[in-house]
């Protein structure tokens, strides 16, 4: 089982900026396939960016692309999201998803940002970005 707990959001100005965490635990670390999604209110779940712990590539949604950067502190088995330049339309419950992958099988893949193929998830934390 992996355990994922998220922290960091909190209410901001357009304009401004937050750092989220999700640290894990239950599970190698670098072995975890990651992914940061998001949900408005009234609105679908939607990815935000996904990370493979072990060596793969980063990939973003194209509404963060630019503003938001994922990054892994494998001596903390924590999960970053930096979110610059924050707009209302970031508001939402952002979470931390994972799956773990086999062995050698995840150097240089880039994990997929369906809800749907992940299967631990953290409680979420509330980002709000005001006008």
């Known amino acids: 089982q992996v355990q994922l707990a998220e922290s960091g959001g909190g209410s901001v100005q357009a304009g401004g900026s937050l750092r989220l965490s999700c640290t894990t635990s239950g599970y190698p670390y670098q072995t975890l396939c990651m992914a940061w999604f998001r949900q408005a209110p009234g609105k679908a779940r939607e990815g935000v960016g996904t990370?493979?712990?072990?060596?793969?590539?980063?990939d973003y949604a194209d509404s963060v692309r630019g503003r938001f950067t994922i990054s892994p502190d494998n001596a903390e088995n924590t999960l970053y999201l930096q979110m610059n330049s924050l707009k209302p339309e970031d508001t939402g419950m952002y979470y931390c998803?994972?799956?773990?992958?086999?062995?050698?099988?995840?150097?240089?893949?880039?994990?997929?940002?369906?809800?749907?193929?992940?299967?631990?998830w953290g409680q979420g934390t509330q980002v709000t970005v005001s006008s």
């Open positions: 998803a994972a799956r773990p992958i086999p062995p050698g099988g995840g150097l240089g893949m880039i994990c997929p940002m369906d809800e749907k193929w992940y299967n631990f």
């Open positions: 990370i493979y712990n072990g060596g793969g590539r980063t």
